[in-house]
């Protein structure tokens, strides 16, 4: 079995080991060895990145009971990968410690919920971008921010995070909290005074090294609340950036940082009634457009609209004053077409052939029928003279 270096130092980045087996196929060459600081996927948290005899590792698998790293078929140094050979193995300690912030963060947050509204973690992804954290209640705003506070409050105390391997006797006397993919794992990871659980993952040595906790959103799921949350310098840089973005819109707004939210909704509102106005315009103008065409057998009519419901809006009042049916082509080069019955009679024919005669694609039910064509040259004079 694999030495699990990152159980017994969270923090070791090189180490030597020995290449116990490997095997490949078209995209991989999965290399086990006899000891290991590449922390696998496991618990919702990817895994560890890195180099393993001068070759990237990209991945971390558990299989089988063997620990498996990942490396692409199609690079270069594996000349040495060889059963038995000694290597160096180097982790990325970047992504580890960005990783080791927020999973930590995660506990405290979990163990604080737990202890204040006794809501349980059931669903936890450390992922790229966000961590997500599932609770098996909802929280409300008011309950989101108190854990918030209190998160960071147990950062700033700087609290050792401890880590036992409590044997079977102690185990069924102590109190945890245990993730139900590793219900029967035996390293306990505890934060005195605030969460003790059982864990398979690096963590950082004291609480304060987690820098900061955030909650950026939170949603209804599953009966509880799925709440998104960044630690450490994933938190700094998502608030630097929406910093910097709120900075240049209180520029072009030319109002002070602190009022951008209220200068936003005045515009939005200004727009929406503006819209409603101009809804209003276009609809007298349908209208004055409609009467300005006298009634007749079938009235065939070009628009330079671009709006399908203005563009169905007139074909509708001109049907009132057509014997058969009224069209409309508009848009670019007048490809897009509405069709609508003054009689109610079936249009399905005419729509068949003029999709046929000018590529178009199109369709409807009963007596209206629009689409659009890939060719329009004619399509008014075959519209006008199409005998059903």
């Known amino acids: 079995m694999t030495e699990k270096l990152y159980d017994l130092d969270s923090y070791v980045t090189e180490f030597t080991c020995k290449v116990v087996s490997l095997y490949s196929d078209e995209d991989y060459i999965y290399v086990e060895t006899d000891r290991t600081a590449f922390f696998p996927e496991g618990g919702g948290q ?68 737990h202890s204040l509204f006794g809501f349980d973690n059931v669903g936890f992804h450390l992922g790229t971008d966000f961590v997500t954290i599932d609770t098996s209640g909802e929280l409300s705003e008011e309950d989101i921010c108190k854990a918030e506070s209190l998160v960071n409050e147990v950062i700033w105390k700087n609290l050792e995070i401890k880590v036992s391997y409590p044997g079977k006797n102690e185990l069924e006397t102590l109190s945890y909290r245990s993730k139900k993919e590793i219900y029967d794992a035996l390293r306990i990871v505890e934060i005195p005074g605030v969460d003790v659980c059982a864990c398979c993952a690096p963590h950082v040595k004291r609480t304060g090294e987690i820098g900061s906790f955030r909650v950026v959103k939170s949603e209804r799921h599953r009966g509880g609340t799925r709440l998104y949350v960044l630690c450490g310098e994933r938190n700094m840089l998502d608030i630097r950036a929406k910093l910097l973005q709120n900075y240049l819109v209180s520029n072009l707004l030319v109002t002070k940082e602190t009022e951008t939210f209220r200068m936003v909704q005045k515009l939005k509102d200004e727009r929406t009634a503006l819209a409603l106005e101009v809804s209003a315009l276009r609809r007298e103008l349908v209208g004055l457009k409609s009467e300005s065409i006298e009634s007749g057998e079938r009235i065939v009519v070009l628009s330079d609209t671009d709006d399908m419901n203005e563009a169905r ?36 024919a005419l729509c068949r052939e003029l999709n046929k005669r000018f590529s178009g694609r199109g369709g409807g039910r009963g007596g209206i029928v629009q689409g659009s064509l890939s060719v329009s040259d004619e399509a008014e004079e075959f519209l006008k003279e199409f005998r059903f």
Do not use: W
């Not at 060889?82 to 927020?102: E, L, N, V, Y």
């Not at 049916?325 to 109610?344: D, E, H, M, P, Q």
């Open 46 to 113: 990817s895994s560890d990145r890195g180099f393993l005899g001068g070759a990237y590792v990209e991945n971390v698998q558990i299989e089988g009971g063997k620990i498996l790293h990942y490396i692409k078929n199609n690079v270069e140094n594996v000349s040495n990968l060889a059963p038995g050979a000694q290597i160096t193995g180097k982790i990325d300690f970047k992504k580890r410690f960005s990783d080791m912030q927020q999973h930590s963060g995660e506990h405290i947050f979990s163990g604080i919920v």
């Open 313 to 348: 809006e007139l074909a509708d009042k001109l049907s009132e004053k057509a014997g058969d049916f009224a069209a409309v082509l508009f848009g670019k080069n007048n490809c897009r077409y509405v069709i609508i019955s003054g009689t109610g009679f079936d249009l399905s």
